[in-house]
């Protein structure tokens, strides 16, 4: 699970070592520069950086690099224990100077780790696509288009995602930046930590648009039932050049699968990124789909058997989720074994409290094929007329006309004598 941050640790660290040293070696050639040093450093070590200017940029880089690196730790510890990103700003702040000393002793360690994390993960990923019999994304893409139309209505919607997602990032490093900034250069406590509190909502608020980004694009989905719309909007986002690199994965494999392209949905699950608990959780429900489409028990059981392992970092609506998950996977389970009743309940209670037209399709139609199979046409009829209701074009919608042109063409329902 860790291995799935490293990349992003290593580069962010390298990246905050570069940073600082260049903006040290740029602003060094100044006097203005050299007389703030003379009134911070001791008089020793200052006729060594006079000694030595180059020495003074790799500290100033290692420097900056050990602050960005005690919120990567923060960041880590925050994955497991919720609300300690609050304790570990106060600490920054009314410890400043151990704070850095953790930073910079810890900054070769955490990179040694990241980049060992970032390459081992690489190398399984690449053995899970030899294994799968793909090149990648490009091939992934390639193979998804036989199949299916790519709508250029939806171009424009993947580009505007995208250029949204790079000003978030771009916002994140300026952040970072200005975070170092405020802690070298101000000797205000009240104004740092004023500054600093100012920072941490504005970060929150980045989170909050690249949560947000992706909503239009997932609304194609989920409310308009249009996963080869959902599915182009995506791979106009991916498109890099002449090459793709397929962003969202999970709702990529989602909307794969209401196309009933489980294997192609496995397929870009492979570099699906597992960072925590909640991705773990979203991973083996979406696996568990493929395999029961697959027709495949046993890979149901293996996905129920690892969501019932996770721990959930959030307290009870973690666990809530979670239980919902699990439930999901139990009950198609019941369909393979055949338990009707059980798993028609379950349909009938997800579909009250249903709050997107995706789920009340799948549940819909669910409820009428049991219904057909217990020779119950009336609602059966009645579901599957639900199910083009709300189905759009999901390839359930297909097969529900399928049934009703079967129900009407046997009379399996008493018309009513005129």
Same mark, same amino acid.
């Given at each position: 699970?860790?291995?799935?941050?490293?990349?992003?640790?290593?580069?962010?660290?390298?990246?905050?070592? @570069?940073?600082? %040293? @260049?903006?040290?070696?740029?602003?060094?050639?100044?006097?203005? *520069?050299?007389?703030?040093?003379?009134?911070?450093?001791?008089?020793?070590?200052?006729? *060594? %950086?006079?000694?030595?200017?180059?020495?003074?940029?790799?500290?100033?880089? #290692? =420097?900056?690099?050990?602050?960005?690196?005690?919120?990567?730790?923060?960041?880590?510890?925050?994955?497991?224990?919720?609300?300690?990103?609050?304790?570990?700003?106060?600490?920054?702040?009314?410890?400043?100077?151990?704070?850095?000393?953790?930073?910079?002793? =810890?900054?070769?360690?955490?990179?040694?780790?990241?980049?060992?994390?970032?390459?081992?993960?690489?190398?399984?990923?690449?053995?899970?696509?030899?294994? /799968?019999?793909?090149?990648?994304?490009?091939?992934?893409?390639?193979?998804?288009?036989?199949?299916?139309?790519?709508?250029?209505?939806?171009?424009?919607?993947?580009?505007?995602?995208?250029?949204?997602?790079?000003?978030?990032?771009? /916002?994140?490093? #300026?952040?970072?930046?200005?975070? &170092?900034?405020?802690?070298?250069?101000?000797?205000?406590?009240?104004?740092?930590?004023?500054?600093?509190?100012?920072?941490?909502?504005?970060?929150?608020?980045?989170?909050?648009?690249?949560?947000?980004?992706?909503?239009?694009?997932?609304?194609?989905?989920?409310?308009?039932?249009?996963?080869? &719309?959902?599915?182009?909007?995506?791979?106009?986002?991916?498109?890099?050049?002449?090459?793709?690199?397929?962003?969202?994965?999970?709702? /990529?494999?989602?909307?794969?699968?209401?196309?009933?392209?489980?294997?192609?949905?496995?397929?870009?699950?492979?570099?699906?990124?597992?960072?925590?608990?909640?991705?773990?959780?979203?991973?083996?429900?979406?696996?568990?789909?493929?395999?029961?489409?697959?027709?495949?028990?046993?890979?149901?059981?293996?996905?129920?058997?690892?969501?019932?392992? #996770?721990?959930?970092?959030?307290?009870?609506?973690?666990?809530?989720?979670?239980?919902?998950?699990?439930?999901?996977?139990?009950?198609?389970?019941?369909?393979?074994?055949?338990?009707?009743?059980?798993?028609?309940?379950?349909?009938?209670?997800?579909?009250?409290?249903?709050?997107?037209?995706?789920?009340?399709?799948?549940?819909?139609?669910?409820?009428?094929?049991?219904?057909?199979?217990?020779?119950?046409?009336?609602?059966?009829?009645?579901?599957?007329?639900?199910?083009?209701?709300?189905? =759009?074009?999901?390839?359930?919608?297909?097969?529900?006309?399928?049934?009703?042109?079967?129900?009407?063409?046997?009379?399996?329902?008493?018309?009513?004598?005129?």
């Amino acid at each position: 699970m860790w291995k799935y941050n490293c990349r992003r640790q290593f580069l962010t660290l390298s990246a905050s070592f @570069l940073i600082g %040293f @260049l903006v040290t070696l740029l602003f060094s050639s100044n006097d203005m *520069f050299w007389n703030m040093a003379q009134e911070v450093l001791p008089a020793e070590t200052l006729a *060594f %950086f006079t000694a030595n200017p180059v020495m003074i940029s790799v500290s100033a880089g #290692l =420097g900056f690099a050990g602050l960005v690196n005690v919120f990567e730790i923060g960041n880590m510890i925050a994955t497991y224990y919720s609300g300690s990103t609050f304790l570990m700003i106060l600490f920054l702040i009314m410890l400043p100077d151990v704070a850095m000393m953790i930073g910079i002793i =810890g900054l070769p360690v955490m990179l040694i780790v990241s980049l060992y994390g970032w390459i081992s993960l690489r190398m399984g990923v690449r053995k899970g696509l030899r294994v /799968a019999k793909i090149t990648g994304d490009d091939e992934i893409v390639r193979i998804y288009t036989l199949h299916h139309t790519l709508d250029e209505k939806y171009k424009a919607l993947g580009e505007s995602t995208r250029k949204t997602m790079h000003t978030a990032q771009f /916002a994140s490093v #300026l952040g970072l930046v200005a975070i &170092a900034c405020v802690l070298f250069f101000l000797n205000n406590i009240w104004l740092v930590m004023l500054l600093l509190f100012v920072c941490m909502f504005a970060f929150q608020w980045i989170s909050r648009l690249r949560s947000t980004a992706f909503q239009e694009i997932t609304k194609l989905l989920y409310q308009d039932c249009d996963p080869e &719309a959902c599915m182009s909007a995506l791979i106009y986002y991916s498109k890099r050049g002449k090459h793709y690199k397929l962003a969202n994965r999970g709702l /990529a494999a989602l909307c794969l699968i209401n196309l009933d392209e489980p294997s192609l949905a496995q397929d870009v699950l492979i570099e699906f990124r597992r960072a925590n608990a909640a991705d773990l959780l979203t991973y083996y429900s979406l696996m568990g789909s493929t395999y029961y489409q697959l027709s495949d028990e046993s890979g149901v059981i293996r996905c129920a058997e690892e969501m019932s392992k #996770l721990r959930m970092p959030r307290g009870p609506m973690g666990m809530v989720v979670k239980n919902f998950q699990y439930g999901m996977l139990e009950n198609k389970l019941n369909l393979m074994h055949g338990e009707l009743n059980e798993s028609k309940k379950y349909f009938l209670n997800v579909m009250q409290s249903a709050q997107f037209n995706l789920q009340k399709a799948e549940c819909a139609y669910f409820i009428a094929l049991i219904s057909y199979v217990q020779l119950d046409y009336v609602v059966a009829k009645m579901y599957f007329e639900k199910t083009i209701k709300y189905g =759009g074009s999901l390839y359930y919608v297909d097969k529900a006309y399928g049934y009703l042109e079967k129900i009407q063409e046997k009379h399996l329902i008493d018309e009513p004598a005129e």
